[in-house]
């Protein structure tokens, strides 16, 4: 029978028919929210597994937090619990801290006082290392210390790993995703008909999977900030996050999923990261996926992402985005990797985030390839379709086909209009949309999306 008691406070494990390393590695947490909690409980409950892939104990000597007396759900051993981070950074026996606060201050400032105290880090913040990861990898390096970050992007999902070691004999064409939860759980339910965006986004909530905030998912910035992550791993591209062009899923119709069906396709919120002649082309916004790909049958909360290398070919990642224990397993994961040895070799040989490290030429938006979805509300009358169609010669898009949904019909007279077109640049597929809006027969809350390549991009 397994021991009541915290794993570190004995060193055998009764269920196995080894020792446990009696060499400790001392490590700390600061923030014990859900992925803190999370991190605690595997640490203390599941010692025998760090030690099984560490050689040693991951021995719990601090958690620092804001206020002592919050209820927690997680039994930390006495003496553990502290709202002094002097008292962990003073600490010379802890050589690795796992930061697992939120937001950008005092994460940064918490972050350079870990590093500047001579311990290594591990981090699930994204938004701390989209905004501020050149600062803080070339000072860590100057110090002679590492940060891994596997959480960070995409919770259990091993992406960072595998972008930064795994696939390094490749040269990555492109990486496409779902990347977060919050999102892929709305869409989910208005494509299965279950409700339209705002009620939608009521339940999540009511689930928890989305923030009472929930702007930055619902914009797209979460993405983003992401996607800037992966872009940097697999591309070396040196670009802030808000300088990608997003759009997020508030505009979305359940009639678009609807139409996207029959049509053959699913309405997912993309990352994207492809490489074309003019360069890296970066982008966040809700897409049109064709059924039977991987990506269209990502559900729900889940995140996936799609690797495409020379080498390897198309590889792909899926599993929970988020959550306690998704998070918590990778961050886990980098602290036995940095307790090893094995993160300060790849931190201090891949470079990441160097400020002088050259970077990867970043594409024009409006040059990116594809083809689009345009549902136009048009007033039901003759001779609609031909200025339509001239207004999209002129700008050189072609179109392969058009569905009038005579079943939408409704007293107002205003009918859905469906065009799917060629491939064409987004430049003029924005410019010929926004035209097209100006005609006297097409009214408000039309609607135009990327369609993504199903071979990669």
């Not at 886990?332 to 490290?357: C, E, N, P, Y």
Request: with cysteine.
């Amino acid at each position: 029978m397994a021991p009541s008691f915290p794993f570190q406070s004995w060193q055998a494990n009764p269920l196995s028919d080894w020792s446990i390393p009696v060499e400790k590695s001392f490590v700390g947490i600061v923030g014990m929210g859900t992925v803190g909690a999370g991190v605690a409980r595997l640490l203390l409950d599941h010692g025998d597994r760090t030690a099984r892939h560490a050689g040693r104990t991951l021995w719990l000597q601090h958690v620092v937090v804001r206020d002592v007396h919050k209820k927690r759900d997680v039994d930390l051993p006495a003496g553990v619990l502290t709202d002094d981070l002097d008292r962990l950074l003073n600490d010379r026996q802890v050589s690795l801290v796992a930061l697992l606060v939120g937001g950008i201050e005092p994460a940064r400032t918490i972050a350079v006082k870990i590093l500047e105290s001579g311990k290594d880090l591990v981090t699930a913040n994204k938004a701390l290392l989209a905004e501020h990861g050149p600062e803080l990898f070339d000072r860590a390096r100057d110090l002679g210390r590492s940060i891994a970050f596997e959480a960070a992007v995409a919770g259990g999902i091993p992406i960072i790993t595998n972008l930064a070691q795994c696939l390094n004999a490749n040269k990555i064409l492109s990486v496409s995703g779902i990347l977060n939860g919050t999102t892929n759980y709305i869409v989910s339910r208005m494509d299965r008909g279950q409700g339209d965006f705002a009620s939608s986004l009521v339940q999540a909530q009511r689930l928890g999977f989305a923030e009472a905030d929930p702007t930055m998912d619902i914009d797209g910035s979460d993405a983003a900030q992401k996607l800037a992550i992966l872009a940097h791993l697999a591309f070396g591209a040196q670009v802030h996050w808000a300088d990608i062009p997003r759009r997020g899923i508030e505009q979305l119709q359940v009639d678009d999923f609807r139409y996207a069906q029959q049509l053959g396709y699913r309405i997912k919120l993309i990352a994207l990261a492809e490489l074309t002649r003019s360069g890296l082309q970066l982008s966040v916004s809700p897409m049109l996926v064709k059924l039977g790909t991987p990506l269209a049958e990502v559900q729900d909360n889940f995140n996936a992402i799609r690797v495409v290398g020379d080498a390897v070919g198309p590889v792909f990642f899926h599993g929970q985005g988020a959550g306690q224990m998704p998070t918590a397993s990778a961050v886990v994961a980098d602290m036995i990797d940095t307790a090893v040895g094995r993160t300060k070799i790849t931190f201090q040989t891949l470079k990441l985030w160097s400020d002088t490290a050259p970077s990867i030429e970043i594409a024009y938006p409006g040059d990116a390839r594809a083809r689009y979805y345009y549902r136009l509300n048009i007033t039901d009358q003759s001779n609609v379709l031909a200025p339509v169609s001239e207004i999209m010669g002129r700008y050189g898009i072609s179109i392969a086909s058009v569905f009038q949904h005579d079943d939408d019909r409704s007293d107002s007279n205003v009918v859905p209009l469906v065009i799917m077109t060629h491939e064409t640049t987004e430049q003029n597929a924005a410019a010929a949309f926004r035209e097209i809006n100006q005609l006297d027969f097409v009214h408000p809350a039309a609607q135009r999306l990327k369609v993504l390549n199903s071979t990669g991009g």
